[in-house]
C-alpha cells in the first residue's frame, strides 16, 4: 500500500472563501480537530497577507505538536522570512513557496518571461532552505504549464533544496487523465523527482478537484492537498473527506491515508459552523443525506443487507446510523421496520391497512415521524410536544432584538420573553426558557424556495442532546416562525 500524506489547507486555501474568515481562536480549534483527525500537514496560513494571519500560526504553533505546520509564501524575501516568523515556535515545520509556471500567468500577470520567473522560484527556494529543511515549492497553475517547461522547472526546485514539489490545477480546468499524465510525465522526465514528494492542489471549478486528484495518486502522487467539505477558493479545492474515503473503499487503488475516518463528520460540522458554510444537503460523504435512503426499493434493499445500497459504513466517517426516513416514497418493508423499532408487532394484511393510512399522512408530511406513527396505530400523542401559540418579535437599529414566544405544552399555555442577538436567537433563548433541555443547536441552514423576496423560507436545523443528533424542519414566509417551527420540530424529538 502506498502512504498518502495529507496535506490540509482549510485555513489557508479554505479561508480564502469569501465569507470564511475565522479569529485565532476559531483556527486553533479548527487545527486541534485536524490533528486529532490525523492530517499530515496543517497549511496554517499566508503570514505576510496580515498580521493577525501570521500571529494566527504563531498560536497554532504553540499547541499542535505533532503534524508539520506549513505557511505560505510567494516567491519574495519579505514573505519567506514572515513564514520564518510566524513558524517560530513551530515543532515541526515546513517553508511553502510558490510562483506561477504557465505562459498565460507569466506573460500577462507577471508581465516576465519563463527565464526570469523560474530564476526567482529556485532563488526563493534557496533562500527558504537556509531557514528549513523542509520546503515545498509550487508550480502556480502547473495543470495549464506546458509539460517541458514544468519539468525543467521543478527538477530545478527539486537541485534548489525542495523536498516536496506541488503541482496545482490552480483553475481547476485539466481533465483526470490529462493531469495523471502530467504526472506521469514529470516522473519519466524529471532528474531526482524520486527523492522528493510529488503533491498535487486540485481546484473544483469543473467539478473535477477529486477525480484530478486520485488520477494523480495512480500516476505517483504521494502528497494530496485538500479542505475539509472542499471550501476554497471560488468553487473550492479538492475535499479531504471524498478523497480520503475513496482511497479506503476503493482498496484496489492499492493506497491508504492515516486519517482517522471517524472524526471526519465531527470535523466537517466544526469547519462549517465556524466558517458559516452550510454543507450541501446531497454532499458526498458529509451531506445531510449522504447515508438517508428514502425511496421505497432503496429503504428495501437496504433492510434485507445494507451494502444494497450503502458502499461506505456511515459509522466509518463519525455517522451513528444510515436514516431511514419515513416519506412518501418509502415502501411496506420501511414502515414494518420503524414499526418493530417502536415495539409494534403487524399481520401482513394490518401492514397493508396501515400503509394506506401512512401515505396519507406522508402526502402532507415530508418526514413521518414516531409521534406520527403512533397515532396511526390509534395511539394517542404523547402530548410532550410543544406547540407554538403565539410568537412577537421586536427587533430593528435602535433596539436589542426581544422574543415572547407563548406555547402550548401538555395543553397548558406558557409564555416566555427573552432578548438575543437577533430575533431568532432571542426567540430560541426564550423557548430554551419553558423547554429547559440543554441542547446544542449544532446547524442552521434558511434557504429562500425559489428566491423572491415573498418567497417561503425553509429552515433546517440539527440539535445535539446527550449526544444524539435531532433534526428540524420548518417552512414560513417569515423566516423567524420559520425558524422557531424548525426548532420546535427537533425539540419535539427530543422531548
Ligand atoms: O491554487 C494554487 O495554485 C495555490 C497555490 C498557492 C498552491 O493555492
Ligand atoms: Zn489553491
Known amino acids: 500500500m502506498n502512504r498518502i500524506f495529507i496535506f490540509d489547507t482549510t485555513l489557508r486555501d479554505g479561508e480564502q472563501s469569501p465569507g470564511c474568515q475565522l479569529n485565532t481562536v476559531e483556527k486553533i480549534?479548527?487545527?486541534?480537530?485536524?490533528?486529532?483527525?490525523?492530517?499530515?500537514?496543517?497549511?496554517?496560513?499566508?503570514?505576510?497577507?496580515?498580521?493577525?494571519?501570521?500571529?494566527?500560526?504563531?498560536?497554532?504553533?504553540?499547541v499542535v505538536k505533532r503534524p508539520v505546520i506549513t505557511a505560505l509564501s510567494r516567491a519574495i524575501k519579505g514573505d519567506i522570512d514572515a513564514a520564518v516568523e510566524s513558524l517560530k515556535f513551530a515543532k515541526r515545520k515546513r517553508i511553502h513557496t510558490f510562483i506561477s509556471s504557465s505562459d498565460i500567468h507569466i506573460i500577462h500577470q507577471f508581465k516576465s518571461t519563463r527565464e526570469k520567473i523560474m530564476e526567482q522560484g529556485i532563488e526563493a527556494v534557496k533562500y527558504a532552505k537556509r531557514f528549513a529543511e523542509d520546503v515545498e515549492f509550487s508550480a502556480m497553475d502547473a495543470g495549464r504549464t506546458e509539460n517541458e517547461f514544468l519539468a525543467k522547472f521543478i527538477e530545478a526546485a527539486i537541485k534548489a533544496g525542495a523536498t516536496t514539489v506541488n503541482i496545482p490545477d490552480t483553475t481547476g480546468y485539466c481533465m483526470p487523465w490529462e493531469f495523471g499524465d502530467k504526472i506521469k510525465y514529470l516522473f519519466e522526465n524529471v532528474k531526482g523527482i524520486e527523492k522528493v514528494i510529488v503533491s498535487v492542489h486540485c481546484h473544483n471549478d469543473l467539478g473535477l478537484s477529486t477525480a484530478n486528484t486520485i488520477s494523480s495518486v495512480q500516476n505517483g502522487a504521494?502528497?494530496?492537498?485538500?479542505?475539509?467539505?472542499?471550501?476554497?477558493?471560488?468553487?473550492?479545492?479538492?475535499?479531504?473527506?471524498?478523497?480520503?474515503?475513496?482511497?479506503?473503499?476503493?482498496?484496489?487503488?492499492n493506497a491508504r491515508s492515516n486519517i482517522d475516518t471517524t472524526k471526519i463528520y465531527p470535523t466537517s460540522r466544526l469547519v462549517s459552523r465556524l466558517m458559516k458554510m452550510p454543507v450541501q444537503a446531497n454532499k458526498a460523504i458529509v451531506g445531510r443525506n449522504a447515508f438517508a435512503h428514502?425511496?421505497?426499493?432503496?429503504?428495501?434493499?437496504?433492510?434485507?443487507n445494507k451494502f444494497?445500497?450503502?458502499?461506505?459504513?456511515?459509522?466509518?466517517?463519525?455517522?451513528?446510523?444510515?436514516?431511514?426516513?419515513?416519506?412518501?416514497?418509502?415502501?411496506?418493508?420501511?414502515?414494518?421496520?420503524?414499526?418493530?423499532?417502536l415495539g409494534y408487532k403487524v399481520t401482513h394484511e394490518e401492514l397493508n391497512d396501515i400503509y394506506q393510512r401512512f401515505l396519507v399522512v406522508a402526502d402532507k408530511k415530508k418526514d413521518v415521524s414516531?409521534?406520527?406513527?403512533?397515532?396511526?396505530m390509534g395511539e394517542k400523542p404523547n402530548g410532550n410536544g410543544a406547540k407554538l401559540?403565539?410568537?412577537?418579535?421586536?427587533?430593528?437599529?435602535?433596539?436589542?432584538?426581544?422574543?415572547?414566544?407563548s406555547l402550548?405544552?401538555?395543553?397548558?399555555?406558557?409564555?416566555?420573553?427573552?432578548?438575543?442577538?437577533?430575533?431568532?436567537?432571542?426567540?430560541?433563548?426564550?423557548?430554551?426558557?419553558?423547554?429547559?433541555?440543554?441542547?446544542?443547536?449544532?446547524?442552521?441552514?434558511?434557504?429562500?424556495?425559489?428566491?423572491?423576496?415573498?418567497?417561503?423560507?425553509?429552515?433546517?436545523?440539527?440539535?445535539?442532546?446527550?449526544?444524539?443528533?435531532?433534526?428540524?424542519?420548518?417552512?414560513?414566509?417569515?423566516?423567524?416562525?420559520?425558524?422557531?417551527?424548525?426548532?420546535?420540530?427537533?425539540?419535539?424529538k427530543v422531548l
Open 29 to 62: 480549534e479548527i487545527a486541534k480537530a485536524l490533528d486529532e483527525l490525523g492530517v499530515d500537514i496543517i497549511e496554517a496560513g499566508f503570514p505576510i497577507s496580515s498580521p493577525g494571519d501570521l500571529k494566527s500560526i504563531q498560536e497554532i504553533t504553540k
Open 222 to 253: 504521494r502528497q494530496i492537498e485538500v479542505t475539509v467539505n472542499g471550501v476554497g477558493e471560488r468553487a473550492g479545492n479538492t475535499s479531504l473527506e471524498e478523497a480520503v474515503m475513496i482511497l479506503k473503499t476503493r482498496e484496489d487503488l
Open 294 to 304: 428514502s425511496s421505497g426499493i432503496h429503504q428495501n434493499g437496504i433492510l434485507k
Open 308 to 341: 444494497t445500497y450503502e458502499i461506505m459504513n456511515p459509522e466509518d466517517v463519525g455517522i451513528k446510523v444510515s436514516s431511514l426516513s419515513l416519506t412518501a416514497r418509502s415502501g411496506r418493508a420501511a414502515l414494518n421496520y420503524h414499526l418493530e423499532r
Open 370 to 376: 414516531d409521534e406520527d406513527l403512533r397515532v396511526l
Open 389 to 405: 401559540a403565539q410568537l412577537k418579535i421586536a427587533t430593528g437599529t435602535s433596539q436589542k432584538p426581544r422574543a415572547t414566544v
Open 408 to 492: 402550548k405544552i401538555n395543553g397548558k399555555y406558557r409564555k416566555v420573553a427573552s432578548y438575543g442577538n437577533g430575533p431568532i436567537d432571542a426567540a430560541f433563548r426564550a423557548i430554551n426558557k419553558i423547554v429547559q433541555k440543554d441542547v446544542t443547536l449544532d446547524e442552521f441552514l434558511i434557504q429562500a424556495m425559489t428566491g423572491g423576496s415573498d418567497d417561503l423560507g425553509k429552515v433546517h436545523i440539527q440539535i445535539n442532546y446527550k449526544g444524539n443528533t435531532y433534526y428540524g424542519f420548518g417552512a414560513d414566509t417569515d423566516i423567524i416562525v420559520a425558524s422557531v417551527k424548525a426548532y420546535l420540530d427537533g425539540l419535539n
